[in-house]
């Protein structure tokens, strides 16, 4: 049985199943990405449940493995040469877990690159972005009398789904016919926009169908289902 006590995070998270891939989650944006890309592959793993409503992506256990205290994290027991490997960083993973089993990314380096560069596009700008617009539109940011940084946030909301509009015209998927880690990186930032951060109308987004049906694409994809609601709450 492989041996994960190298990693503090095991302490307050035990894992029943040591020799399987580790993922310590939540269901955001950022922790369903890693979710469903599992769900996917179909490599096995075995979730946990970081309540971050209780703050424990901040304690000592979570930090030791993500310093940016942030979900998610994964250790994967069976690493390159065999070794266990913990990261963290949801763009990092997904080109991790792509990477091992040459699965949900082009095979050809070109085609690689370009798929790599669209889950930075995702990282750098849609999830930052849509982030803010959550705020300021659903949480504590309402309360702020002045809406000026709403209405920087709503704009670029609305241009950097104006760039998803004019990629995927004439496409299935952000690559073509080929569903990689460019769209998993994505559908959860997109579907929580329009409907748990209720942006739908301020950003407009019936006025980009294209990216409308692409959301409807990748939300009827079963593996996508079960990944939106793992891990399961504690």
Known sequence: MTDL?????TKRWPARHPDLLQLYSSTTPNGVKISIA??????PYEPHYVDIGKNESWTPEFLSLNPNGKIPAIIDPNGPDGKPIGLFESGAILVYLSDKTGKLI????????????WVFFQMAAIGPIFGQVGFFNKFAGREIADKRPLERYRDESRRLIGV?????????WIMGDEYTIADVSMLGWVRNLIGFYEARELVGFDDFPTVA??????????????????PARG
Not at 5 to 9: G, K, L, Q, R, V
Not at 38 to 43: A, F
């Open 5 to 9: 006590s190298a990693f503090p995070i």
């Open 164 to 172: 998803l509009e004019t990629r995927l015209k004439g496409r299935q």
């Open 213 to 230: 049906a692409w959301l409807e694409r990748g939300l009827a994809r079963p593996a996508v289902q079960r990944g939106l609601t793992i």
């Open 38 to 43: 599992l769900e996917e592959i179909g490599l």
């Open 106 to 117: 082009p095979a050809d380096p070109i085609r690689r690159y370009e798929t790599i560069q």
